[in-house]
């Protein structure tokens, strides 16, 4: 069974750019989130889809971050325009159902903002 | 707000010493617990949960972590660290959202 997988590993941007992040969960997971984790300190909640829908978006810093999950299937994080404090480790996971359940993780994408 | 802590940030031991690392949450309502690790170079991966029943729950690697509701607190111990513990260690816990403390870098000297 394949993991949780997030694409790109790496992402290398200049302040002001788009970058797009992609989660694709395990099949059949209906629960999605973010997690971002900047160096050194928590991982911290940004949003949980139950399917399509966002069940919780309230971690999401300011409105330069855009979610999505359309069909319920893979995720993407786009982040415009970048700037430099987004720098961090994007984490997605994913659940079969909500709530008592662990969490299976990606590896996470890099992302640079200079 | 549900909110978990976590008090060490760095931790170095030498092989065979004893490891408690410390956990705290304020939430109410339901209480599920976790401790998850990251192993240099890998995902991070569950150790061990709580949700319910036996406060003293024990997980994989001879992990094992204590829930005591009187002190919020969820603190993961080993009696003899190895080596390979060497990672980093995160506290979660939630209600439906998952919420994680800062982690705690683990280093075991050989």
């Known amino acids: 069974e394949a993991g949780v997988t997030q694409f790109p590993s790496h992402s290398v941007i200049e302040k002001g750019q788009t970058v797009t992040l992609r989660c694709d969960p395990i099949?059949?997971?209906?629960?999605l989130y973010w997690y971002r984790r900047v160096m050194g300190k928590e991982i911290k909640f940004l949003l949980h889809f139950v399917k399509e829908s966002k069940q919780d978006e309230s971690g999401m810093p300011n409105n330069r971050f855009l979610a999505e999950r359309t069909g319920g299937t893979y995720s993407t994080l786009k982040v415009q325009p970048a700037e430099l404090e987004d720098s961090g480790v994007y984490f997605c996971a994913s659940s079969p159902r909500t709530g008592n359940e662990k969490l299976f993780f990606g590896s996470g994408t890099q992302l640079s903002v200079l | 707000a549900q909110s978990v802590s976590q008090h060490n940030h760095h931790v170095i031991l030498s092989e065979a010493a004893s490891l408690e690392l410390g956990c705290n949450y304020s939430y109410g309502g339901t209480v599920n617990l976790f401790w998850y690790v990251q192993y240099p170079g890998q995902h991070l991966q569950l150790l061990l949960k709580?949700?319910?029943?036996?406060?003293l729950v024990k997980g994989i690697k001879g992990f094992e972590a204590e829930f005591i509701k009187s002190k919020f607190s969820f603190n993961l111990r080993k009696p003899s660290v190895q080596w390979s513990d060497t990672a980093e260690y995160f506290c979660a816990g939630g209600n439906n959202d998952m919420r994680f403390g800062a982690g705690t870098r683990l280093t075991v000297k050989p």
């Open positions: 099949s059949g997971h209906d629960n």
């Open positions: 709580y949700f319910s029943g036996d406060p």
